[in-house]
């Protein structure tokens, strides 16, 4: 959990330049980064410990295979389902309050069930591993795309 942990840290360290954007990498600003990627941590946790064990179905996915395997998602292939991006303003203090629950969700995975899962719309049912490897790679992400955007 720890690796979570610092990926977070990472995301609140940006908050002071949530407004920074580079429409040559991305068409959001910062903020909106930080603020989908905490979305998203937060939301696949709460899936997580809502899932029941016995109905996780073991399928394959070509694409879990590849992209896991690389370790890294390529860019502007993807879009975000709605529950983990949002149309409204966002704001520092919104960004802070997303870190908090994050952070507080990140401490409750050492309590989950190994078998709780996830259902992910190309991955098919995750278990909790691979789940945090999917969180992990997603968070890793959209760091870099910031990090893109700011030193350019």
């Not at 330049?17 to 979305?39: C, M």
């Not at 992209?67 to 983990?84: D, E, N, Q, S, T």
């Not at 078998?115 to 999917?134: A, C, M, Q, R, W």
């Not at 870099?144 to 030193?151: F, M, S």
Request: charged share 30%; hydrophobic share 40%; aromatic share 8%.
């Amino acid at each position: 959990m720890q690796e979570l942990k610092e990926l977070i840290h990472q995301l609140e360290n940006h908050i002071a330049v949530e407004n920074k954007l580079n429409a040559k990498v991305s068409k959001v600003v910062v903020g909106w980064h930080i603020d989908h990627s905490l979305r998203l941590i937060t939301a696949v946790i709460n899936g997580l410990k809502k899932s029941n064990p016995d109905e996780f179905k073991k399928t394959f996915s070509l694409k879990k295979k590849i992209l896991f395997g690389l370790g890294f998602f390529p860019r502007g292939k993807a879009k975000a389902p709605k529950y983990v991006r949002t149309y409204e303003p966002i704001t520092e203090n919104d960004l802070v309050l997303m870190v908090q629950s994050a952070k507080k969700s990140v401490e409750e995975i050492p309590s989950l069930h190994p078998d709780s899962f996830i259902t992910h719309p190309l991955f098919g049912d995750l278990k909790l591993k691979e789940t945090i490897y999917f969180i992990k790679l997603h968070t890793k992400h959209h760091i870099k795309i910031i990090e893109d955007i700011i030193k350019k």
